[in-house]
């Protein structure tokens, strides 16, 4: 559970006290000292709630220069393409939307191949961005 955790989070000190309060109140609320994988699936959920400031920051600071919408949409994007592992059109995506986004550890690259470096933030992504 542990390594599932410190995985999900990339060890990222906000988002590891996050989820350890929600799977803290999750356990709290079924009366049990033990957390399982069906609770931290819904902490994972409450985490997506009640982080939800941080997430939506992210989405819209991190993914290009917010006083450029376009460069913001085209960064948004290109995240919503890794989650469905579509197609990465890079030649839409402004070089200094990718450079922002690696900058603040949004993405990491290996050979020119790009991925979340938090997961946790890959299925916010997949599931609640707008």
């Avoid at 819904?42 to 290009?64: D, H, Q, S």
Wanted: charged content about 20%; proline content about 3%.
């Amino acid at each position: 559970m542990v390594d599932s955790i410190l995985t999900l989070t990339n060890c990222h000190p906000y988002l590891l006290q996050l989820l350890g309060s929600a799977i803290v109140t999750e356990a709290n609320e079924r009366q049990t000292h033990v957390a399982t994988q069906e609770i931290l699936e819904a902490a994972i959920l409450r985490a997506f709630t009640l982080g939800e400031p941080y997430f939506k920051n992210v989405w819209t600071e991190f993914t290009g220069n917010p006083r450029n919408g376009s460069e913001v949409k085209a960064g948004q994007n290109f995240l919503k393409a890794l989650t469905n592992e579509a197609d990465l059109d890079n030649s839409s995506l402004s070089q200094s939307a990718l450079q922002r986004m690696l900058r603040y550890h949004v993405l990491k690259s290996h050979d020119h191949h790009y991925q979340f470096e938090v997961p946790l933030l890959e299925r916010w992504v997949r599931e609640r961005a707008i």
